[in-house]
């Protein structure tokens, strides 16, 4: 009966992870260049005693272990604002920006001028370009953004976006504000940036409303084998404090 309510504590756990990870992602239905997290689960079997003397073997004790939370990198769709300060990315890249804490990663392109003309993110974080951050005049109008991220106004050209890909995006890790950190950098090169574009959360909220009653139905299932688990040992022990009375 322990082993029975072990097993069921240890779903119960997996299943509280999982339900954090959806509510995250039902959240950020509405932020921009947000990406989903999947989370991943893997038996874990238990080592059990052995003897030749025993009538028969264990049986094996199948455990549910948290194993990993993925990163959904599926494009999100593609909005049309007008703003040219807005940008979009068709591809797996991401913009670069400076932080306090270092560079950082983001997909979230609704970039805006700080008062002293440098383009940032929607957190005052500097976006970066292939020279630094990118600075803009008082002065200056008709800002243009093009397809390989080179920007230019009434000044002439102002350089180029900071746009990076990662052979292995799962290495990266999810920080607030709709950052990343971490992975291995490399000049983005199947990314293209769509000015006048936002791309919108990739997290289907009608799926991940789905997957949160499947959650609290199988956290309700858990919780009451546990419940029942309790009840026969409380009858064991009842029974065996009857028979020795």
């Known amino acids: ?46 080592p059990v005693a052995r003897d030749q003397d025993f009538p028969s073997l264990d049986q094996p004790l199948s455990y549910v272990q948290d194993w990993a939370t993925m990163h959904d990198l599926a ?26 804490g270092g560079e950082r990663w983001t997909r979230a392109g609704t970039f805006q001028l700080s008062a002293n003309g440098t383009l940032v993110d929607a957190n005052g974080n500097p976006v970066l370009g292939t020279g630094g ?10 800002i243009l953004i093009a397809a390989d991220g080179s920007i230019s106004s009434s000044a002439g050209p102002k350089g180029r976006l900071r746009l990076v890909e990662f052979a292995n995006a799962q290495e990266l890790v999810r920080e607030g504000n709709n950052l990343f950190s971490g992975g291995t ?25 789905a997957e949160m009653i499947r959650v609290t139905r199988a956290y309700e299932t858990a919780a009451s084998l546990a419940t029942k688990q309790d009840d026969l040992r409380r009858s064991a022990i009842q029974r065996l404090g009857d028979a020795n009375a």
């Open 185 to 209: 950098p490399v000049a983005a090169t199947k990314t293209r940036a769509m000015q006048g574009f936002i791309e919108k959360s990739n997290v289907s909220g009608v799926s991940e409303m």
């Open 75 to 100: 494009g999100g769709a593609m909005v049309q604002t007008g703003s040219e300060l807005d940008v979009g990315l068709n591809g797996d890249g991401f913009f670069a920006v400076q932080t306090p």
């Open 133 to 142: 951050p990118i600075q803009f005049g008082p002065e200056e109008t008709g």
């Open 1 to 46: 009966m322990e082993n029975a309510q072990l097993i069921s504590l240890s779903r119960q756990i997996a299943l509280q992870r999982q339900m954090d990870v959806v509510a995250n992602n039902m959240a950020n239905i509405n932020t921009t260049g947000f990406k989903g997290e999947q989370i991943l689960f893997e038996e874990y079997v238990m």
